[in-house]
T-cell receptor, first 115, second 109 residues
């Protein structure tokens, strides 16, 4: 089945220790997103890629970086995680066409714990 | 600024009907989405409205009034598995999704 896959599902890292979260998709969608979601809050968009075109949200901290080496894969790097970065990180994809984007398909998320 | 408002929490009874409202103020409008999110899981797509009116999908329906900046999600014949958060999201003029914080729906037997 076509899908969005995130690894790992649960990640524990130490304060200040770099961590990388990964996302892959078999939907062949040209847009990929990274969201941060804390409990009972709306998903907060960190970045999105339209093909290789990288779009950084204005309020995304410099501590967060992203890479998209090809259509299928996208990575979220947190250079120096703080306690406030503990959250669910959601990867999503969509197919952007001339008429605008269609719905976003989400991966299962990676729950990050910072100790 | 851009804003999506929805109730924080609602409670309903198994077998009943519930309506979850969403009001929005965004810079432009290119469609409204409803997503369902079970605790600890990713959001899953439920419905999309871009024109005024009602879209029906089985037990779920979604309504849009663009002039009022208003939508609702109607859930019929509630089942225990419908206990989840329901997120309203609007595509603005830049085709960015603006998300509400979600409505936690609690279903009681």
């Amino acid at each position: 089945d076509a899908m969005v896959i995130q690894n790992p599902r649960y990640q524990v890292t130490q304060f200040g220790k770099p961590v990388t979260l990964s996302c892959s998709q078999t939907l062949n969608h040209n847009v990929m997103y990274w969201y941060q979601q804390k409990s009972s809050q709306a998903p907060k968009l960190l970045f999105h890629y339209y093909d290789k075109d990288f779009n950084n949200e204005a309020d995304t901290p410099d501590n967060f970086q992203s890479r998209r080496p090809n259509t299928s894969f996208c990575f979220l790097d947190i250079r120096s995680p703080g306690l406030g970065d503990a959250a669910m990180y959601l990867c999503a994809t969509s197919s952007r066409k001339l008429a605008g984007e269609f719905e976003q398909y989400f991966g299962p998320g990676t729950r990050l714990t910072v100790t | 600024g851009q804003n999506i408002d929805q109730p924080t929490e609602m409670t309903a009874t198994e077998g009943a009907i519930v309506q979850i409202n969403c009001t929005y103020q965004t810079s432009g409008f290119n469609g409204l989405f409803w997503y369902q999110q079970h605790a600890g899981e990713a959001p899953t797509f439920l419905s999309y409205n871009v024109l005024d009116g009602l879209e029906e999908k089985g037990r779920f329906s979604s309504f849009l009034s663009r002039s009022k900046g208003y939508s609702y999600l109607l859930l019929k014949e509630l089942q225990m598995k419908d206990s989840a958060s329901y997120l309203c999201a609007v595509k603005d003029s830049n085709y960015q999704l603006i998300w509400g914080a979600g409505t936690k729906l609690i279903i009681k037997p």
